[in-house]
Structures are given as C-alpha cells and as structure tokens.
C-alpha cells in the first residue's frame, strides 16, 4: 500500500493525470485498465461521473497497484470522505475548501485543490495542499502559468483544462509536477464502440510527449 508521500512523488514523476468525467459509468473499469495500459499511472474519476465512487472502488479492486486511482471535482470534506473510504487514493477539487484539505490531511490521503489566483494559489498550498490544481488554465494560457511561477516557484502546481497534445510539452517545460488532461485524451466515440486500443494508443502518445518534455 504507498503512503502519501509515495504518491506524491508518483504524480510527479508521471507528470500526468488522466481526467475521467463521463455520463455512463459502465466502461469506466476497461477505460481506466486501457489507460494504464498505455502507461497512464494516475487516474481520476470525477464525482459528476454516475456511480463514481463504485468506479473508484471496482478500479482499485482491478489494479491493485498497477495504478493510482484518485477522485476529482470534490466539493466538501464528506465527500473526500467517502471517496476515501471507496478507495481513492488521492482528492482533486476545483476549489479551495479548507474543510476538504483539513479531511484530507488526516486522512494521509495527497489533495489538489482547486486554485486561480495567486492569492487562491497560496491559500491552498499553506493550508496544506500537496499540489495545486490551476483551472482553467485554458482561460487565461501557457503565460499566466509562467507568470505565477515566477514567484511562486516552490509550489507544485498542476494545470487543467484545454491541454492539449500538441502543446503538453510547453507546460511540462514550464516546470508544473503534472497536468490534468479530460477531453483531449478520451473521445466519446471510443467508449461507445469498445475501441479500448484507441485508448491504450493515445495514453501511449501522451505519456512519451511528457518523458520527451522532460529530456
């Protein structure tokens, strides 16, 4: 079983978390197994996913340590709770609530809460966050990031929304721990029609345009 600081350090060095948020959560298990067969170690299944927390828990059950399962859009501490309980091995949250953190915290379990501004950005991480999740990152771009990086530089920040493959590299380069990654990394279709390979492909592309970014 990793503890938290393993975790930690499993994000980071994967680089990439995969974003899952879907209004059927039938295929999730095989979406979740295709993506770590493409090298996608780090998983997140949203709280606005159907029967999120049976997903979570029938993922752990699957993988075992194959891969981290997380749970993301957390919006209060009972619901960290009960995703922590379910098997989620780390908490996102779109937003700072300090209640979460602090749940988090005594749980041993890593949290990124949600964060847009600077001053959202030091909240979190002094009230405990082991990352930062910055989102939407597609609203403002590669250059608000760097901005903020300047002098904030110890805090370990990870982009969402809007990244995309062809610019993944530009984030990863601009010295984030990892990036979120939902619609850009699973279309709609391939679910529905089974494409499990298309899946375990595009996780693949993903993860080598993140290792090459940091080469």
Same mark, same amino acid.
């Given at each position: 079983?990793?503890?938290?600081?393993?975790?930690?350090?499993? @994000?980071?060095? #994967?680089?990439? !978390?995969?974003?899952?948020? $879907?209004?059927?959560?039938?295929?999730?298990?095989?979406?979740?197994? #295709?993506?770590?067969? *493409? *090298?996608?170690?780090?998983?997140?299944?949203?709280? $606005?996913?159907?029967?999120?927390?049976? !997903?979570?828990?029938?993922? +752990? &059950? &699957?993988? *075992?340590?194959?891969?981290?399962? *997380?749970?993301?859009? !957390?919006?209060?501490?009972?619901?960290?709770?009960?995703?922590?309980?379910?098997?989620?091995?780390?908490?996102?949250?779109?937003?700072?609530?300090?209640?979460? /953190?602090?749940?988090? &915290?005594?749980?041993?379990?890593?949290? =990124?809460?949600?964060?847009?501004?600077? $001053?959202?950005?030091? +909240?979190?991480?002094?009230?405990?966050?082991?990352?930062?999740?910055?989102?939407? /990152?597609? #609203?403002?771009?590669?250059?608000?990031?760097?901005?903020? +990086?300047?002098?904030?530089?110890?805090?370990?920040?990870?982009?969402?929304?809007?990244?995309?493959?062809?610019?993944?590299?530009?984030? @990863?380069?601009?010295?984030?721990?990892?990036?979120?990654?939902?619609?850009?990394?699973?279309?709609?279709?391939?679910?529905?029609?089974?494409?499990?390979?298309?899946?375990?492909?595009?996780?693949?592309?993903?993860?080598? =345009?993140?290792?090459?970014?940091?080469?």
């Amino acid at each position: 079983m990793p503890s938290s600081i393993d975790i930690v350090h499993a @994000i980071e060095s #994967s680089g990439l !978390v995969a974003i899952l948020r $879907t209004k059927d959560s039938s295929e999730l298990v095989q979406v979740v197994t #295709s993506l770590r067969d *493409g *090298g996608i170690t780090c998983i997140e299944v949203t709280m $606005t996913t159907p029967n999120a927390l049976e !997903v979570i828990s029938q993922a +752990r &059950k &699957k993988l *075992g340590n194959q891969a981290l399962i *997380g749970v993301g859009t !957390v919006l209060d501490a009972p619901t960290a709770q009960a995703a922590i309980a379910a098997g989620a091995q780390y908490v996102v949250a779109p937003i700072v609530d300090i209640p979460t /953190i602090e749940t988090c &915290k005594r749980a041993n379990v890593p949290v =990124a809460p949600g964060a847009f501004t600077p $001053t959202e950005i030091v +909240r979190a991480w002094q009230a405990g966050a082991d990352f930062v999740k910055v989102f939407p /990152i597609s #609203s403002v771009g590669l250059q608000y990031l760097k901005d903020i +990086r300047g002098p904030l530089p110890d805090i370990k920040l990870i982009p969402t929304g809007g990244i995309q493959l062809t610019n993944v590299a530009d984030f @990863i380069r601009a010295g984030v721990s990892a990036v979120g990654v939902g619609s850009a990394l699973i279309k709609k279709q391939w679910i529905e029609n089974h494409d499990w390979d298309a899946i375990r492909n595009i996780a693949e592309q993903w993860v080598v =345009a993140v290792q090459q970014a940091r080469q």
